[in-house]
Structures are given as C-alpha cells and as structure tokens.
C-alpha cells in the first residue's frame, strides 16, 4: 500500500522526509480544520482529474459532448456534436404555401438541422449561409415583440425562422454569429479593393461613398450614421436626414461593420 504524502506539488515518502520548512508548513496544516478542508478538495480534483467523464445515461445516441436532441434528430450525424435545441412553440400550423417556416431546430457545431412542418429533418452548413435578413418589431402598449428572419442558402432557397419556434432570437444570435464570421472576411478584402457591395437598397464604395434608394451621399457629406427603430438613419452636415427600413437590407449587420458602425448599438426593431 503506498503511503507516500503529496503536498504542494511534491511526494514524500514520510513526514521525516519532509525538508524542515515543508514539514512545519504540512503539520501547521493539520492543525487547521480549514486548511486541512482544502487541502482534502486539492487531493479530490487531482484523482479526479485523470478520470473522464462519464456520458449521461438518459437522452439518446449522440456525438460526444453533445446535448440530448428529439428522437427525429438523431439521423443527423455530419455536424458534429449538438449544442442546442429550438421546439416549437405550441403555435397552429396553418398550410404552408409559401416560403417554408421552421417548426422544429438544432444547432449544432457545424450547422443547423431543421423540420419545417412535415417530417423530414434538413441540414444547413454554416458556410451554405448567403444572406440573412431581420424583420423585428418591438413590443410596445402592451403587445408582444414579433420576429421574423429570413435565410437565403448561396443555391437561392430561403427559410423563415419566427416565433413559431422557441428563443428564435437566441437561434439566430448565433447562426448569424456563425454565418457571418465566414462572410465577413471576403466582404472587408472586396471593401478595401475598392469595390462597390451592394446591399438590396444601399451599396457602398470605400472612396466614393453611400449610395441609399438610388442616391449617391459622399463620405464627406455625411455626419452620422445609425441604426435605430428599425431603420438605417443617415444624418447629413448640412441638417437633412435619409433613412430606410432594414428590414430589406440584407446582412445589414455585415454593412454596419464594413462603415464602421459598433454592431452591438443596433436596434433592427421597429414599432
């Protein structure tokens, strides 16, 4: 049986092993009910440490490190580990005759699995996101705040996710934080070269400026920019103001930081 002592990082075959200095310090220790406490943790985390954890027995098959997913989720296999699940809301499902609505989501480390009303469960890479537009208005006397976002995949195909599904904003926190991350950086390097991106009713060019619903404002003209209640607000030095909804702005976000603006100071909601 070993009865060697670990202390402060060393072992010891004894307490006489000890060097006088070490053996004070662990015998002081001893005496101390709340040393001795921490001293028994410290001795806990470290045999603990070299043990894995032990999967939970409940939830399902599943990729290590991923959460539990509802039984129709469990055919998806090609994007890693899950990291979250979005139901839907308990709202009616009305016929889906147009753009299909999301019912049922799961993000995962790679993408997001989705149903929208039927039972077929669908995949969209993170990288397979071309443009995401936000339509939010605000809760205000005492109505509710409604969302609604709309994907285009680079094929053209487009998904609304609302409030037809639980937490669709914190969904589309982190999808847009995904999508956009990889469509930044081509987007900045194109900006920089000079040339003209144009985003539905706004393009901008780094030398020559804004241009919003088919007018030009040069960089010089112009005194501030903001996002607020909903719309895109230019402020112009000589007092007169322009502005557009960005709800047809897509990727307004990625606009917003190609010009400079603090994207956390955008409010896209309007009443």
């Given at each position: ?209 804004l241009q919003m ?33 960005v709800s047809v ?23």
């Amino acid at each position: 049986m070993n009865t060697s002592i670990n202390f402060k990082g060393a072992e010891y075959a004894s307490v006489d092993a000890m060097p006088p200095d070490v053996r004070a310090a662990y015998q002081a220790m001893l005496q101390d009910p709340d040393l001795m406490e921490l001293y028994l943790l410290e001795q806990q985390e470290q045999a603990n440490a070299g043990s894995a954890p032990l999967a939970p027995a409940w939830g399902g098959p599943r990729t290590a490190g991923g959460v539990p997913v509802p039984t129709q989720f469990d055919q998806v296999t090609s994007l890693g580990p899950a990291a979250e699940v979005f139901e839907h809301a308990g709202l009616k499902l009305l016929p889906n005759f147009g753009t299909p609505h999301v019912t049922a989501l799961v993000r995962y480390r790679d993408g997001v699995a989705y149903q929208t009303g039927g039972k077929d469960v669908h995949t969209l890479l993170w990288d397979e996101v071309a443009v995401i537009q936000s339509d939010i208005i605000s809760a205000s006397h005492g109505s509710a705040a409604r969302h609604e976002y709309t994907l285009t995949k680079n094929n053209g195909e487009k998904l609304i996710l609302d409030d037809g599904l639980k937490d669709v904003g914190v969904a589309l926190d982190s999808i847009k934080g995904n999508a956009f991350s990889r469509l930044a950086p081509p987007l900045a390097q194109r900006y920089q070269a000079g040339e003209a991106l144009t985003f539905g009713p706004v393009t901008i060019q780094r030398q020559n400026g804004l241009q919003m619903d088919g007018k030009l404002y040069a960089w010089n003209t112009i005194q501030d920019i903001k996002v607020e209640y909903g719309r895109l607000k230019l402020t112009m030095r000589d007092g007169k103001k322009h502005e557009t909804r960005v709800s047809v702005i897509p990727n307004v976000e990625l606009l917003c930081q190609l010009i400079g603006l603090d994207t956390f100071d955008l409010r896209l909601g309007y009443s």
